[in-house]
């Protein structure tokens, strides 16, 4: 197994840009989810899915959209890239919502907005 | 809503010595989970120690065990025998039973040769 992965690892952009963080993974996990971890703040929902089809907004969501359109992927897509969207992203994924196994997480993508 | 409070930025320890990071948390639930995670600079997140607050007995993972106080929402984590290898970000974490993680945020623990 793979576990989650996701590109690109790093990325640049210039502000007003827009670009898609992917994100996939293959133990057949229903939940996924995305971060983004700045000093100081730990790990920030910005959106999660509880399953193909259904995603929602977590405490973060402004500026980014997702969709769940397969269980393995979960793409983080940014409108309009901003300054204060720099920051470190992570996707994870766990077997649901409804138990307390451990929550995978993917290499993370390191995103400056210049 | 719940908040994860890590009160210490930034720590040391010697190598081969014993240091413990502190945790605490705000919930008026009383079924929940509670992690810690360790990110070294590589940036992985990985899963040190789990607990379930259903549960007396502190985790136990090796080196690393917790001090789990409920009536004080309190869920320190206890590193024995420091390794260089064990520099790192280490995370709180919350979560209520079907629902959503919630981090703190973050100590950055040095281990000093």
């Known amino acids: 197994n793979a576990g989650v992965t996701q590109t690109p690892k790093f990325q640049v952009l210039k502000t007003g840009q827009s670009m898609t963080l992917q994100c996939a993974q293959d133990m057949n996990h229903e939940y996924m989810s995305w971060y983004r971890q700045d000093p100081g703040m730990g790990l920030r929902l910005i959106h999660y899915s509880v399953g193909a089809g259904i995603t929602d907004q977590g405490e973060v969501p402004n500026g980014y959209n997702v969709s769940r359109s397969t269980t393995e992927d979960f793409p983080l897509r940014l409108l309009s890239a901003a300054p204060s969207q720099t920051s470190v992203y992570f996707c994870?994924?766990?077997?649901?919502?409804?138990?307390?196994?451990?929550?995978?997480f993917g290499p993370g993508t390191r995103l400056t907005v210049t | 809503a719940q908040t994860v409070t890590q009160s210490q930025p930034e720590m040391s320890v010697q190598e081969a010595e014993t240091v413990t990071l502190s945790c605490t948390y705000d919930?008026?639930?009383?079924?929940?989970?509670l992690f810690w995670y360790k990110q070294p600079p590589s940036r992985q997140m990985i899963l040190v120690i789990r607990?379930?607050?259903?549960?007396?007995q502190n985790a136990t993972e090796n080196r690393f065990s917790v001090n789990f106080q409920k009536a004080a929402k309190s869920f320190s984590l206890k590193i024995s025998d420091s390794q260089l290898g064990d520099t790192a970000m280490y995370f709180c974490a919350f979560m209520m039973y079907g629902q959503n993680f919630v981090f703190g945020p973050g100590t950055r623990l040095s281990v000093l040769p």
């Open positions: 919930t008026s639930e009383s079924n929940y989970y």
């Open positions: 607990q379930e607050a259903y549960k007396q």
């Open positions: 994870a994924s766990r077997v649901g919502t409804d138990s307390s196994y451990e929550q995978y």
